[in-house]
């Protein structure tokens, strides 16, 4: 097939692209989600930016796969995991493509960062690629040789979960200390907004230009959980490479401060593991859609 299209399912925005053999992008839209609107509303949109899409090539043959947060239960078919709650617990795939008349395949949002990443991003270069999603939420995708590696409970990358304070606070999975409630954009708001008592996004209060003292000790703790968070997961597989995306991913001290954080942590006297900056910016996700299209 000479064309391959992406679908990136988010919660505010659904994204779509058409790659070429070549991966050269030639069509890319954005259309509102209007999740508040519900399911029904969601899968016309989708059938709307498909149509865009396709009529861009000609209704020329193609692949088509389609990223979503969250996961589709090999048991039972339904979504689960998904930050768009009303999606959740309905058969997405199958829904999709009933309404498209096309079959899909369809992926993890930050499974296809990281393959999009590993396949025509930042991790080219590596065979092992961890790719961690620093959001509203803590994600990630594991891919090994080009491929992903999902597992037979499709939690392969899930590190945003393991608790790391067995008395931390409460996660939406019903844990406590989860990874995602210490440096998940919405797990450092929290923090912000009962250590500090003042209301600001945690993209806004780790780009200001300075910090008090005690502010200092909010940003601190954020670096230290960082650098625990992500020297488990080198300390169990030694990937070749974290590549780092979502919104906190542009706080550029995740390089250098947080990074020696990290190396503090790793079992290893000559940590060496390169922590970089996604390289495909928020197009990542898409591009691994139509990268894992069928
Ligand atoms: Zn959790």
New binding site residues.
């Given amino acids: 097939m000479a064309y391959r299209i992406g679908i990136d399912l988010g919660g505010t925005k659904i994204e779509s692209a058409v790659l070429d053999l070549g991966n050269n992008i030639l069509f890319r839209e954005r259309i509102p989600t209007q999740s508040h609107l519900g399911s029904n509303h969601i899968l016309n949109q989708i059938t709307n930016i498909y149509k865009m899409a396709t009529e861009s090539i000609n209704n020329e043959a193609h692949s088509l796969g389609v990223a979503t947060p969250g996961s589709i239960s090999k048991k039972t078919q339904l979504l689960r995991n998904s930050n768009t709650l009303c999606l959740n617990n309905l058969p997405l795939k199958i829904s999709i493509e009933e309404k498209l008349g096309k079959k899909i395949a369809i992926e993890n949002d930050a499974n296809c960062f990281t393959l999009a990443e590993a396949t025509l991003g930042v991790g080219k270069a590596y065979s092992c690629v961890f790719g961690v999603i620093m959001g509203t939420g803590c994600g990630g995708g594991f891919v090994f040789n080009k491929k992903l590696r999902t597992g037979p409970q499709h939690i392969s990358g899930e590190w ?2 393991s608790t790391i304070n067995v008395y931390g606070p409460d ?3 019903k ?1 406590k200390g ?1 990874i ?2 210490y440096i998940s954009g919405s797990g450092l708001e929290k923090i912000i907004n009962s250590d500090l008592k003042i209301k600001i996004s945690s993209a806004d209060f780790l780009s200001k230009d300075n910090f008090n003292e005690q502010e200092q000790l909010v940003l601190n703790k954020f670096y230290r959980y960082f650098g625990i968070a992500l020297s488990n997961i080198i300390n169990v597989i030694d990937p070749d490479v974290i590549i780092i995306g979502g919104g906190l991913s542009n706080h550029d001290e995740l390089y250098s401060i947080g990074k020696r954080e990290v190396y503090k942590n790793i079992f290893s006297n000559e940590p060496s593991t390169p922590i970089i900056k996604n390289g495909l910016g928020d197009s990542a996700g898409v591009i691994g859609a139509a990268i894992i299209g069928i």
Avoid: L
């Fill in positions: 945003g979960h996660c939406y999975c844990k989860c995602e409630t």
